[in-house]
């Protein structure tokens, strides 16, 4: 169970264009789901939390323009990242938490999708 | 916010344990986690202790909880090359209500 799919798994845009990452929970709904960003050779940061039917809480530093999140079902949530440009080149991972689920209780990621902007 | 620190990089010989420590900062996460990466995939959840537990094992897996010292650690017997991947410590945010991590320990198995 708490399978959460990543589409796609991997992406090389041209710069300027805007890039579509998914993020599903499979087999339970997720009111909550959290975006993070990977650099090479470093940690998770975290970007932002998206609530399902309401805007999303961006961490500090984070641009929410350029970062477009969407949460429009228990099951979906999209990250957009609009006119990207090389610098936002990187490994970006979901995590989902079920409906009901307690605020700290354990999170299943997805594989993630690494973007490439050339 | 919760600061958690790792060191970077383990070398172990195949059929030995290996020990990944993992120190924190902030002591109001009721779980801290263990996640394994890896290379070029997501995440996936090894095991947690719960934070009124000093140990728990889980077949090869063992979780030691210091809370005192605010020290975490993970101890994987009979290393497998398959064991090679980056480990990260993970703790809940209760300020962010998200999970904060640890820098990664980046886990060499030589046969």
């Known amino acids: 169970g708490a399978v959460v799919s990543q589409h796609p798994s991997r992406v090389i845009c041209k710069s300027g264009t805007s890039v579509k990452i998914e993020c599903r929970s499979l087999?339970?709904?997720?009111?909550?789901m959290f975006w993070y960003r990977q650099f090479p050779k470093q940690s998770l940061m975290l970007m932002a939390t998206s609530n399902e039917g309401s805007k999303a809480t961006y961490e500090q530093g984070v641009e929410k323009d350029k970062f477009l999140i969407n949460h429009a079902s228990l099951t979906l949530s999209t990250l957009t990242v609009t006119s990207a440009h090389p610098e936002d080149s990187s490994f970006y991972i979901c995590?989902?938490?079920?409906?009901?689920?307690?605020?700290?209780?354990?999170?299943?990621f997805g594989n993630g999708t690494r973007l490439t902007v050339t | 916010g919760e600061d958690v620190e790792q060191s970077l990089f383990l070398s172990v010989r195949e059929g030995d344990s290996s020990v990944i420590n993992c120190t924190y900062t902030d002591s109001s996460s009721t779980y801290l986690y263990w996640y394994k990466q890896e290379p070029g995939a997501g995440l996936q959840l090894l095991t947690y202790?719960?934070?009124?537990?000093d140990m728990k094992q889980d077949q090869r897996l063992t979780v030691l909880l210091n809370k005192k010292d605010k020290h975490l650690s993970l101890r994987i017997a009979d290393t497998q090359t398959g064991d090679s991947a980056i480990y990260f410590c993970?703790?809940?945010?209760?300020?962010?209500?998200?999970?904060?991590f640890g820098s990664g320990t980046r886990l060499q198995v030589q046969p």
């Open positions: 087999d339970f709904q997720a009111t909550t």
């Open positions: 202790i719960f934070s009124n537990m």
């Open positions: 993970a703790l809940w945010d209760t300020g962010r209500r998200a999970l904060t």
């Open positions: 995590s989902a938490r079920g409906t009901g689920a307690e605020d700290n209780s354990p999170l299943h």
